[in-house]
């Protein structure tokens, strides 16, 4: 079993910046990808970045946050980040990030765990 938890979400106005934390625990061994995703009110959950546990190999992002979103990780504290900068409004929605998926990376129905999701709001 893994466990996901989120941190980092809050109130930014359009411009600013945040940055979500992912910490995993328990068999994070077992974890070949990671990703992040995002869900706004009354919409489909939506894949937004992803890439190899490790850091080897590919990373992924969506093309609505392309240069503006940033992975990163702290193996130390088996943590993964999702540095959020020019923030715009459209970018809120709750983010949750997710691991071991069993199929396509940008496929949230492929990823077996997740965390609890973290508000994003950003007012224009």
């Known amino acids: 079993q893994v466990q996901l938890v989120e941190s980092g979400g809050g109130l930014v106005q359009a411009g600013g910046s945040l940055r979500l934390s992912c910490a995993a625990s328990?068999?994070?061994?077992?974890?070949?990808?990671m990703g992040w995703f995002r869900q706004a009110p009354g919409k489909e959950r939506e894949f937004v970045a992803a890439?190899?546990?490790?850091?080897?190999?590919?990373?992924w992002y969506a093309d609505s946050v392309k240069g503006r979103f940033t992975l990163s990780r702290d193996n130390a504290k088996n943590t993964r980040y999702l540095q959020m900068n020019s923030l715009k409004p459209e970018d809120t929605a709750v983010y949750y990030c997710?691991?071991?998926?069993?199929?396509?990376?940008?496929?949230?129905?492929?990823?077996?765990?997740w965390g609890q999701g973290t508000q994003v709001t950003v007012s224009s």
């Open positions: 890439s190899s546990w490790s850091g080897i190999g590919s990373t």
């Open positions: 997710a691991a071991d998926p069993r199929g396509a990376y940008y496929d949230p129905a492929a990823f077996h765990y």
């Open positions: 328990g068999r994070t061994f077992n974890i070949y990808t």
